[in-house]
């Protein structure tokens, strides 16, 4: 008569060593998922943060421009003036873009080419202020903010009437390139 293995315990009492290895696996993959969608969810709220500061900053060079424009409008009128008077640093000239520093609520136009356009957030301030290594008050991503105007010849006068104004941001999110632009259109509605 031909006998099969048969178990000697009848009743056992513990896991296998196959058992326990695939309640393991189990466990880490139940584990491992949550993780990932948290890890995830964090870099894409910088992310976000980062491209939400982009385009305040990008606002913000467009609406520097457009009051910079506005006051030369009131001062075109008594004819003392142009309407583009004090851009000639950001207009496309062969200078490049250039950059916008607010300083004591004051904006200071200069050429890219000549000043680093890089900007920090400053705790001491309360604002992003004009890039500085030495500055230990200045916290997280460094952006670079380029405004770039150009003349548009629309009328039949020849005059410059239209202002193009293009803003690029550019930022690193850990070690990716991301930029954003934004543009608007100044007319001059002054006669």
Not at 30 to 48: E, F, K, M, Q, S
Not at 85 to 98: A, F, K, T
Not at 156 to 178: C, H, M, N, Q, Y
Request: hydrophobic content about 35%; aromatic content about 8%.
């Amino acid at each position: 008569m031909l006998t099969l293995y048969k178990n000697k315990r009848s009743n056992p009492k513990g896991f296998t060593l196959i058992e326990t290895l695939v309640a393991i696996t189990i466990l880490i993959i139940g584990v491992l998922g949550p993780l990932n969608i948290a890890t995830r969810g964090i870099a894409d709220g910088y992310y976000a943060k980062n491209q939400i500061t982009a385009t305040y900053l990008a606002q913000e060079g467009i609406e520097i421009i457009n009051n910079r424009v506005f006051n030369n409008a009131g001062v075109v009128g008594a004819g003392t003036s142009e309407w583009l008077d004090g851009l000639d640093n950001c207009l496309l000239l062969g200078s490049g873009p250039c950059g916008v520093v607010v300083d004591q609520f004051t904006p200071i136009f200069n050429s890219c080419a000549s000043v680093d356009c890089r900007l920090r957030f400053d705790t001491s301030i309360n604002r992003y202020d004009q890039y500085d290594s030495n500055n230990e008050f200045q916290t997280g991503p460094i952006l670079k903010r380029e405004i770039t105007l150009t003349k548009q010849n629309n009328g039949s006068s020849g005059a410059d009437e239209e202002l193009k104004i293009s803003v690029r941001i550019d930022w690193f999110d850990k070690e990716t390139p991301r930029n954003l632009v934004l543009t608007n259109y100044l007319y001059n509605e002054i006669p």
